[in-house]
């Protein structure tokens, strides 16, 4: 809690200061007609700066947060900032002539509203679903090869370069003239610009985790685990249920970093796992990964795991395809570390195939004193519960249990639309949003 209301007062906190900066060095001019357009510049020269630090998922604040939450105030705020740039933009034109450093803020603003308008296509896939152009433009995205998810990285990464624009138009404004006005110019766009190289290049140098392919284990027809080994001895402390950022370094193997659960347990010492299903360009070449292969995770992130909240009264695990992964990875370390621990696991899929490690499962079913497991598939041949993971089902499955609806921590991970759907029917349970954790695939 400490940590969250530290990071959210600094952030707020940081345009105040550079508007009080900035006023005090001329507040004859400052305190009439020039306020709000000072004021608009001020907020959204901090707010994008502050973008690139957002991108640089720093840990002591990911940690408070949860990078999915982290991530959607990152979308937010760029939004925000882009529309008080426009607005600082209109009212400031009228005050002065165009010059080469009103172009400069011009070429910022357009570079940041294409960035994010890009990042709404590729990346926002619950505005997708709700609104049809939106899944029409990403289409032709994808046929022009522009859909492609390491160049979508390079797109957004574009919005350095508009912070570069913005840096320099500052500095070229009358306010700049001020000494400490440039000097807080200055330091913002430093330790902004400190946080992005550190991200980009010295954290993958310094603090990386350098990993060796043992075995690649195909768990189905789509979904493999990478069963990697520690380059220095031992796995890095993590918490069940987290992620991290794999780079895999492979000959014909693309190095692009994806986020993917480990499906590992943190007691495991000597290795970590990651199960990965097969979804698109990159994640299709992962059965051609080669035992030997060196990669580099960024890990851990995350906030979806038990261990972090008082889960006592019993856990529901619900899972929507791949999104056993981060289940398997808290179900293997209270199979460990707490067998008397009340978990149930409901888990769908479309097809039965997509149903992986179902004899461990079952084996915990006989080795744990308070698990259940339900696997549910919208398949035909399916000879277990066929259909889709239902309000109805969720409430008749608990109380066959015995257990208490609303003292139950559900933690919920899957794709998009039935994230939405899991969600909806939690709250019109009832269910207290404190006792909902969702890890979702996109923002």
């Known amino acids: 809690m400490i940590k969250r209301i530290f990071s959210l007062a600094a952030y707020f906190l940081a345009p105040v200061l550079l508007v009080a900066v900035i006023f005090s060095s001329n507040p004859g001019y400052y305190g009439s007609v020039g306020f709000v357009p000072m004021v608009l510049g ?3 020269y901090t707010l994008l700066n502050a973008q ?101 990285r390079i797109l957004h990464n574009a919005s350095v370069a508009a912070v570069v624009l913005v840096f320099v138009h500052v500095i070229l404004t009358y306010s700049a003239h001020d000494p400490l006005v440039k000097a807080f110019y200055i330091l913002y766009f430093g330790g902004a610009m400190g946080f992005y190289l550190y991200h980009k290049i010295f954290r993958k140098l310094l603090a990386g985790k350098w990993f060796t392919v043992e075995t690649v284990v195909p768990e189905s027809g789509s979904m493999t685990t990478l069963l990697l080994k520690p380059q220095n001895g031992a796995v890095f402390p993590y918490l069940p249920g987290q992620f991290g950022f794999l780079r895999v370094f492979q000959h014909g193997i693309s190095s692009e970093e994806h986020p993917f659960s480990i499906s590992s347990q943190p007691l495991e010492k000597e290795h970590l796992r990651m199960t990965i299903k097969n979804l698109g360009d990159w994640t299709s070449g992962v059965q051609k990964i080669e035992p030997g292969s060196k990669v580099l995770l960024d890990a851990p992130y995350g ?4 261990p972090l909240y008082d889960c006592r009264e019993g856990i529901v695990l619900i899972a929507g395809g791949v999104g056993i992964t981060p289940m398997l990875s808290i179900l293997r370390y209270y199979a460990q570390a707490d067998r008397r621990q009340k978990i149930m696991l409901l888990w769908g899929v479309n097809r039965q195939e997509e149903l992986i490690c179902q004899s461990e499962l079952r084996a915990m079913e006989n080795e744990m004193e308070h698990f259940m497991f339900l696997p549910v598939a919208n398949d035909p041949g399916f000879a277990g519960k066929k259909g ?56």
């Open 303 to 306: 906030r979806f795991s038990p």
């Open 388 to 443: 889709y993971i239902t309000r109805e089902l969720v409430e008749r499955t608990l109380r066959e249990q015995n257990a208490d609806i609303q003292k139950q921590h559900y933690f919920f991970c899957g794709p998009a639309p039935m994230w939405a759907s899991i969600r909806k029917n939690l709250k019109t349970m009832g269910i207290r949003e404190r006792m909902i954790h969702a890890e979702r695939f996109s923002l």
């Open 42 to 44: 001020a907020v959204a």
């Open 52 to 152: 690139l630090i957002l991108s640089a998922r720093p840990k002591w604040i990911e940690s408070a947060f949860g990078l999915d939450r982290f991530y959607r105030f990152h979308s937010l705020m760029a939004v925000i900032a882009i529309i008080l740039a426009f607005a600082h933009k209109l009212l400031e034109g009228k005050a002065f002539p165009e010059s080469f450093q009103t172009k400069l803020g011009d070429m910022a603003l357009v570079l940041f509203i294409g960035v994010s308008a890009l990042a709404l296509v590729f990346m926002a896939d619950t505005l997708i679903r709700l609104f049809r152009p939106l899944r029409w433009v990403r289409s032709l995205f994808v046929r022009l090869k522009v859909g492609k998810y390491n160049v979508q």
